[in-house]
């Protein structure tokens, strides 16, 4: 009933809603269906998991970096997390999603939005609008309206906006693509640590692969557990969202 009311009513197409433990409002497009259980629950389920792991990462001053931000929920915890003196930068190529993002961020200083996808080259980019934005992306979707976006290797994203001290990477697939977008990134005691998705077992371990060979050397992974929690890959795995740490970076999460 709220998806078809939204056709009929541009009003709903930018709604303002709060969310638990997201510090500032965010607009929503209650056309897109994918937002609106968001709306009406409150509770931003699907990327609550990261969004509890970040607040023991995140430190005063770090800079952050959000590929495929969506509607900026992440982004929002992040910029609290690293306060006046961090950075966050809210990368998101679906148009109308970037519209609602610069609402959200519109008095957030510390929040830069970057309208592109990250690829393996600088220029322009085929991607896949679906109704249900979170499933949006470069892969090639009869059921999706295709368009043409900017695109960005991430090492360019980094040459402009600096090194991130955390990476969170949701591109429905193509994060291994992501991540050799910008091999010197991950190279040693410069490596970030990385938050990534992998829906089944294969992509975990092409993720894994990848950021350990860029990296070069030693690195644990965990599963983010249903309350933010770390989680063995020796045990059941509560999500599909991994924590990448490279060894200089454990002193990081000593209190989860």
């Known amino acids: 009933m709220v998806k078809w009311a939204a ?4 009003g709903l197409s930018t709604m303002r809603a709060d969310i638990a433990d997201v510090p ?17 629950r409150g509770d931003g389920k699907g990327s609550k998991k990261i969004r509890a792991a970040l607040k023991s990462f995140l430190r005063n001053g770090d800079v ?26 809210a990368i998101e ?16 200083p ?10 393996n080259q600088d220029g322009v980019a085929r991607f896949f609008v679906h109704e249900r934005s979170g ?11 295709e368009i043409q976006v900017p695109a960005h290797r991430l090492d360019t994203l980094v040459d402009r906006h600096g090194i991130p001290t955390v990476l969170k990477v949701d591109v429905e697939g193509h994060e291994e693509m992501v991540f050799r977008s910008a091999p ?16 089944d077992p294969a992509s975990l371990e092409k993720c894994r692969h990848t950021l350990g060979e860029l990296h070069g050397g030693e690195a644990l992974v965990y599963n983010i557990g249903a ?20 060894q200089h970076c454990r002193h990081r999460f000593s209190d989860i």
């Open 7 to 10: 056709k009929i009513d541009g």
């Open 24 to 40: 500032i409002p965010i607009y929503l497009d209650l056309r897109d269906e994918a937002q609106i259980s968001l709306f009406l």
């Open 64 to 89: 952050f970096f959000d590929v495929g931000a969506n509607y900026g929920l992440v982004s929002a915890v992040a910029a609290e997390c690293v306060g006046s003196s961090g950075r966050v930068l």
């Open 93 to 108: 190529p679906n148009p109308p999603v970037v519209e609602k993002l610069e609402l959200t961020f519109q008095t957030v």
């Open 110 to 119: 510390t929040v830069k939005i970057c309208a592109c996808s990250v690829s």
């Open 135 to 145: 499933l949006s992306g470069l892969t090639n979707d009869p059921a999706a309206t």
């Open 184 to 199: 010197f990134l991950f190279r040693g005691d410069g490596c970030p640590i990385v938050f990534f998705e992998a829906h």
């Open 227 to 246: 309350k933010g929690h770390l989680v063995s890959l020796k045990k059941q795995p509560e999500s599909s969202d991994y924590v990448f740490v490279p």
